[in-house]
């Protein structure tokens, strides 16, 4: 059956995101909604804590922990929780 296959593709498609481990960095906000952690830069995914992250902690130390996907060369991080920490 058709939609079956098709419902099994869309399924496994979807199973590197659903099973991406949850990862801590360390790095500083800069005024441009990324984290620049290792010479590595991370886009801050939009949600309520990526939000907070980059509007409230311009230029802060912090460890974020979150899960990252790549799109066209980029790392984008979807903030979980994060603090500042000493510099």
Known sequence: DVCFIATVVAIFS???VC???EVTIIGEVNDT????????IYEVGENTLGD???????SARVKVT???????DMKIITVTSFEVVPE
């Open 14 to 16: 979807l199973l590197p």
């Open 19 to 21: 099973w991406a481990a």
């Open 33 to 40: 909604r990324q984290i620049v952690a290792d010479k590595q």
């Open 52 to 58: 907070e992250l980059v509007y409230d902690y311009i």
């Open 66 to 72: 979150g899960f990252i996907t790549e799109k066209e």
